[in-house]
């Protein structure tokens, strides 16, 4: 093409060029406004909606991991459970071998037995003993007379010696026989204290109780009780409803107390600990609204729970091997703490969870009036059963058949015990042979 002919077409583009100007200048100011009006909705989304909320998919299902673990050791002769089983509170989960509790058993109850026996004799005791302190306190009043008798005899020679009329002889033999009229006195005097000694010694092991309550008994009946309880810990039974897992005890296995067999979750008794991240923490409060939605179930199935704790540490704080961020080595790492967020049982019951499982939480934080930590301890339990108060009941009455097995008709000995008598040491002469006697005429009735 010549000079003249591209000079020619120039004046011809020219008016094409202006004419498209306007037409792509109106598509730009559009996208600008489609952008300034995205702009402005989502900004009006953030602050109408999404700031009244605080969202994670760091959360997963936690719930009580109970170990079945057994008290005292042996050998086990059977299973009763196994991975995924249901059972239910109370329920025996594995059996070990009894014969090495029930001779241990069949040991303390007769030790129990004995002592009983021994106790009872203590209480009988207090009567013959009493009526010991009678009888010497009848040879004193004896050698007493005795004494006078013999003073008087001496009294009456020794008026006659100066006229003749009684010989130096018989003077002697006066004198004689009221020196050993004497000594069969003291003789006396010490054989009723050291029968009120023996009452007193005697009394100080059997006053202010009775032949149940004395400490003898008690103290074999401590070892029948726990005798009892070991062999009733043959059988280890489930502590609450719940599912098997972990299942390690095998059949003839020797096991020691305290090691884990299995466990037992009871997945009524679930939660959902959320991990946000510690800039989300600043509107989190106790009691909140959250919506919860389970990967195993998808986003039709939704759970509603509230938020019942925060964490009083970030994860990291709690790790195995925690940061040492004063080493130098140093990288800044945002941190997440744990919100425990209780849920609702019927829906739990309706859609069950298993432990571990991932969940996806978002709490609605629009009422700020809650607390951010707990200011109150719990007035009940975290968990509690009664599975294994009836074993304890049962080493009572064990122990109760025992001791009325072996406590005879000694109603006599109880009664005198239930009296209280005060020691002899710390009464006159005359109450100790008073209350004595009461004590033999008991006995004796």
């Given at each position: 093409?010549?000079n003249?002919q591209?000079n020619a077409a120039a004046p011809?583009?020219a008016?094409a060029?202006?004419q498209?100007?306007?037409r792509?200048?109106?598509?730009l100011?559009?996208?600008a406004?489609?952008?300034?009006?995205a702009?402005?909705g989502?900004?009006?989304?953030e602050w109408?909606?999404a700031?009244h909320?605080e969202?994670t998919?760091?959360?997963?299902?936690?719930?009580n991991?109970i170990q079945?673990?057994?008290q005292?050791?042996g050998?086990?002769?059977?299973i009763?459970?196994d991975?995924?089983?249901?059972?239910?509170?109370?329920?025996?989960?594995?059996?070990?071998?009894?014969?090495?509790?029930?001779v241990?058993l069949?040991q303390?109850e007769?030790?129990?037995?004995q002592?009983v026996?021994q106790?009872r004799t203590?209480?009988a005791?207090?009567?013959?003993?009493?009526a010991?302190?009678?009888?010497?306190e009848?040879d004193?009043?004896k050698a007493?007379s005795e004494?006078?008798r013999?003073?008087?005899?001496l009294n009456?020679?020794?008026?006659?010696v100066?006229n003749?009329?009684?010989?130096?002889?018989e003077?002697?033999?006066?004198q004689?026989q009221?020196?050993?009229?004497?000594?069969?006195l003291?003789?006396?005097?010490?054989?009723?204290?050291?029968?009120?000694?023996q009452?007193a010694s005697?009394?100080a092991?059997?006053e202010?109780t009775?032949v149940?309550?004395?400490?003898s008994?008690q103290a074999?009946?401590?070892?029948v009780?726990?005798a009892?309880?070991a062999?009733q810990?043959?059988a280890?039974?489930?502590?609450?409803?719940g599912?098997v897992?972990?299942r390690t005890?095998?059949l003839?296995?020797r096991?020691?107390?305290?090691a884990?067999m299995m466990s037992?979750?009871p997945?009524?008794q679930v939660?959902?600990?959320a991990n946000?991240k510690?800039v989300q923490?600043?509107?989190?409060?106790?009691?909140?609204?959250v919506?919860?939605t389970a990967?195993v179930?998808g986003?039709k199935?939704?759970?509603?729970?509230?938020v019942?704790g925060l964490g009083?540490?970030t994860?990291?704080?709690f790790a195995l091997?925690?940061?040492?961020?004063?080493?130098g080595?140093?990288i800044k790492?945002?941190?997440?703490v744990?919100v425990?967020?209780a849920?609702?049982?019927?829906?739990v019951?309706?859609?069950?969870?298993?432990v571990?499982?991932?969940?996806d939480?978002?709490?609605?934080?629009?009422?700020q009036?809650?607390?951010t930590?707990?200011?109150a301890?719990r007035?009940?339990p975290?968990?509690q059963t009664q599975?294994?108060?009836s074993?304890d009941?049962g080493?009572?009455a064990?122990?109760?058949?025992?001791?009325?097995?072996?406590?005879?008709?000694?109603a006599a000995?109880?009664?005198l015990?239930s009296?209280?008598p005060?020691?002899a040491?710390?009464?006159p002469?005359?109450?100790?042979?008073?209350?004595?006697?009461?004590?033999?005429?008991?006995?004796?009735?």
């Open positions: 093409m010549s003249e591209q011809a583009s008016p060029a202006a498209g100007n306007p792509r200048k109106k598509a100011t559009g996208l406004a489609v952008v300034v009006v702009g402005l989502w900004g009006a989304y109408l909606v700031s909320y969202s998919d760091n959360a997963y299902v936690q719930g991991v079945i673990t057994p005292v050791g050998t086990v002769m059977a009763y459970a991975d995924t089983d249901f059972v239910k509170a109370g329920q025996p989960l594995v059996k070990l071998d009894p014969a090495d509790a029930k241990a069949d303390a007769s030790n129990l037995a002592t026996r106790v203590l209480y005791n207090n009567g013959s003993l009493a010991q302190v009678q009888l010497r009848a004193i009043a007493q004494v006078a013999a003073n008087d005899d009456r020679r020794q008026s006659l100066g003749g009329a009684v010989s130096k002889e003077l002697n033999h006066a004689t009221l020196a050993d009229t004497k000594s069969a003291a003789a006396a005097q010490a054989a009723a204290t050291a029968a009120r000694e009452l005697n009394q092991m059997t202010g009775n149940e309550q004395h400490p008994v074999a009946a401590g070892k009780r726990e009892w309880l062999s810990r043959a280890l039974l489930a502590p609450v409803d599912y897992a972990k005890v095998q003839g296995q096991v020691a107390a305290g884990p037992i979750i997945l009524n939660w959902v600990d946000f510690e923490l600043r509107k989190i409060r106790l009691g909140q609204p919506k919860l990967d179930y986003k199935v939704e759970y509603h729970g509230t019942e009083a540490g994860g990291s704080a091997l925690p940061a040492q961020n004063a080493t080595n140093w790492v945002v941190q997440r744990p425990r967020v849920l609702d049982k019927n829906e019951s309706k859609n069950p969870l298993r571990g499982l991932s969940m939480a978002e709490v609605d934080v629009s009422n009036d809650g607390k930590l707990a200011d301890p007035t009940s975290v968990a599975v294994f108060s074993v009941n080493a009572d064990e122990v109760r058949r025992v001791i009325v097995a072996n406590a005879g008709r000694g000995g109880t009664a015990a009296a209280s005060r020691s040491s710390s009464v002469t005359q109450a100790v042979a008073n209350t004595a006697a009461a004590a033999s005429s008991t006995v004796a009735h």
